[in-house]
């Protein structure tokens, strides 16, 4: 039993390992058999990564990222007994409007996936005059219903909070440019309906620390704890060779979700293995999704690889959250309602 409660589902056939003896300081442990996608995972489809995982009825379905040979990304739909071994859709998903007619994107990357009451939202960066956030909802993993966008563009980093807060539906995103986007803070927006979105609020800006000075984004949906919301999220370091991305941590209010509690000023986990340094974009790690057990406080991190790769990485939320809190530096920007 955690002492940090951690909210949500029993999970007991999740995917796991212990903390290694060797990793003493660290808060996230990688996975031995890293990376659990590897190239060329489907023909025609050269590299999987940055992809979203949800638990449903003993087994795993996800939405990934799947970067075509001709190098467009799609959302692939897979499905998974155990959470490592996947057996992804040669087919990428074929959405349909709220007509029910057929409905593609031009292209579509980085989905999440979240479970809001009864329903199954993925979400991603698709073209909307530029880049901006596509949203469709599922309930059967077969109709994948396409919801408007919900957001102006340039956004191209969105994640759903897994319920109401407030009696709203609450989303992250990080509003950008249509490129590689060298500015970047987190934002919360409501809705009630999931079709309009408004009081907006900050949330945290880039940080003070190296790791993450440049921008920063969402990552995986926030995860409810007794200390509050606990969100991976990750943080870029802009350098003479091109950008790093880490993972980092924040700890938001329960109940005002705009105000970071805790934040960590130290990286939780940056590119250092072989599959994170090396691939189509080097040093990257992306965390998009977790796999959480209720009943022991296990937590399973999956993230993309140098844009190469699906990896996975494990923490407790009694490790990562005293972790955070002992190397907690929030800002004015950070504890603030967000809110000018
Ligand atoms: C970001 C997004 C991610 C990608 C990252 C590193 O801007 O496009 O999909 O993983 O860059 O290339």
């Known amino acids: 039993m955690s002492k940090v409660k951690l909210y949500g589902e029993s ?9 290694p003896a ?3 300081n660290a808060p996230l442990w990688r996975y031995t058999e890293n990376p659990v996608i590897k190239r060329n995972p489907v023909p025609g489809v050269a590299r999987i990564f940055n992809s979203a995982v949800v638990p449903v009825d003993g087994a795993y379905v996800g939405v990934f990222r799947g970067e075509q040979v001709n190098g467009v990304p799609f959302i692939y739909f897979g499905r998974s007994k155990n959470g490592i071994d996947w057996d992804i859709n040669p087919d990428k998903i074929q959405f349909v409007d709220e007509d029910g007619k057929p409905f593609m994107p031009q292209y579509a990357y980085d989905p999440r996936f979240v479970k809001v009451e009864d329903t199954y939202y993925a979400i991603w960066c698709q073209d909307f005059y530029g880049a901006a956030i596509g949203m469709a909802k599922t309930k ?7 919801i408007e966008n919900p957001f102006l563009p340039f956004n191209r980093n969105a994640v759903l909070f897994p319920r109401k807060v407030n009696g709203n ?8 440019d249509s490129g590689h986007t060298p500015f970047g803070d987190i934002f919360v927006s409501e809705s009630p309906d999931m079709k309009y979105w408004g009081c907006h609020r900050h949330v945290m800006g880039r940080g003070t620390e190296w790791w993450e000075g440049l921008k920063i984004g969402g990552g995986a949906a926030p995860i409810e704890t007794s200390e509050g919301w606990l969100l991976f999220y990750h943080g870029v370091a ?4 091109g950008y790093v991305y880490s993972i980092g941590g924040a700890i938001l209010d329960r109940d005002e979700p705009s ?3 805790y ?5 939780l986990l940056t590119p250092e293995e072989w599959y994170e340094e090396r691939g189509f974009v080097p040093n990257v790690t992306f965390p998009c999704a977790t796999l959480c057990d209720a009943d022991t406080g296990r937590i399973a991190i999956y993230y993309g690889a140098a844009d190469t790769y699906v990896a996975m990485a494990f923490t407790t939320v009694d490790d990562v959250v005293s972790y955070i809190k002992e190397n907690s530096v929030t800002t004015d920007a950070d504890t603030e309602i967000g809110k000018r």
């Open 259 to 261: 105000r970071v509690k």
């Open 11 to 19: 999970l007991p056939n999740m995917p796991w390992q212990e903390r």
């Open 140 to 146: 059967d993993f077969k109709t994948f219903t396409r």
């Open 22 to 24: 060797n990793v003493k």
């Open 263 to 267: 934040r960590c000023e130290n990286f």
């Open 238 to 241: 802009g350098t003479c060779n």
């Open 169 to 176: 539906f609450m989303m992250l995103s990080r509003p950008s």
